[in-house]
């Protein structure tokens, strides 16, 4: 008899019942640490996307959120990522991060897709500085999706990280033109997301906006995750977020292993992107940038 056809397993209990009701009298569930628990339910959003869309991308900003990003993706699929790793490049990053970009790109047997973002003339000179040479990235991407066609873009933004970002959903929704209507965004009632993006738009797929900071440096350092150097202090200061050089300055601290940095975390009130000039410019300028479609 195939092992379809027959209702009981090997202990006669019936199969057809409730998990919860097969366990033996006696035995309980095994239990889920906090980091076991985000981790699983990233992976199930991964598979989600990887099954109901056509075409993805997992795009590699090379910092810790997307590092974390890669590794659950290779867990997802058995080591190794089945869709391509794209980097939007604005050719402004630290040397750190392409050395880091190029072994690991490599180590990690990823299809990776390197893009170039378009001058600064091309972005709308409305915006203040610095989100005006972010923006560049908003325009490769665009430039990027329509070289390739992706119906899904994985990203790694986290809803702790700035308040714009908490709005977002873990399936979201983007317009013709890569933009985000912030006003109209979809239920997602007990995982059930919506994965059909209106034709010729595309999807931003979100798996660990539910993470937090700390939560990315407690499974950084559980699963020994490569980390670039410069989130490590050196002569007091290091980078809580990484960007472009010409507009991410380092913050004060002296946290130079993992430990140090969670210990770090549990006491201060400086914001995670305190360094990122774009966050200290008007007050609608990260607003207009992630509306427009802008990670």
């Not at 990823?110 to 560049?136: G, H, K, Q």
């Not at 013709?176 to 009632?189: A, I, T």
Request: proline content about 7%; overall charge negative.
């Amino acid at each position: 008899m195939h092992l379809l056809e027959g209702n009981s397993g090997a202990d006669g209990r019936d199969s057809r019942a409730p998990v919860s009701e097969q366990i033996p009298v006696g035995l309980t569930a095994p239990s889920m640490d906090h980091l076991d628990q985000l981790e699983a339910q990233s992976i199930y959003i991964l598979r989600e996307a990887f099954a109901r869309l056509k075409k993805i991308a997992l795009l590699w900003s090379l910092g810790k959120d997307s590092n974390v990003m890669i590794w659950l993706a290779r867990k997802a699929f058995f080591g190794r990522v089945p869709f391509p790793a794209l980097h939007v490049d604005t050719g402004k990053k630290f040397p750190e991060m392409y050395r880091f970009r190029d072994h690991y790109g490599k180590e990690w047997d990823l299809d990776l897709r390197v893009e170039p973002c378009p001058p600064i003339d091309a972005v709308d000179p409305t915006l203040p500085p610095a989100a005006r040479s972010a923006a560049r990235k908003t325009e490769g991407l665009k430039m990027a999706l329509g070289k390739y066609g992706f119906d899904g873009l994985i990203a790694g933004i986290r809803r702790d990280e700035e308040a714009t970002r908490a709005k977002e959903r873990v399936f979201s929704p983007r317009g013709l033109e890569g933009n985000w209507d912030v006003r109209d965004q979809p239920p997602e009632f007990w995982d059930h997301f919506n994965a059909s993006p209106p034709q010729g738009a595309h999807l931003r797929i979100h798996p660990i906006l539910h993470w937090t900071e700390a939560d990315i440096w407690a499974y950084t350092k559980r699963e020994n995750i490569p980390i670039i150097p410069l989130y490590l202090a050196k002569d007091g200061k290091r980078y809580r977020s990484l960007g472009d050089q010409d507009i991410t300055n380092p913050v004060a601290s002296n946290a130079s292993t993992i430990d140090e940095i969670l210990a770090e975390l549990e006491q201060t009130k400086v914001p995670e992107r305190a360094g990122r000039a774009l966050d200290h410019e008007t007050e609608d300028a990260f607003e207009r940038l992630r509306v427009a479609g802008y990670l």
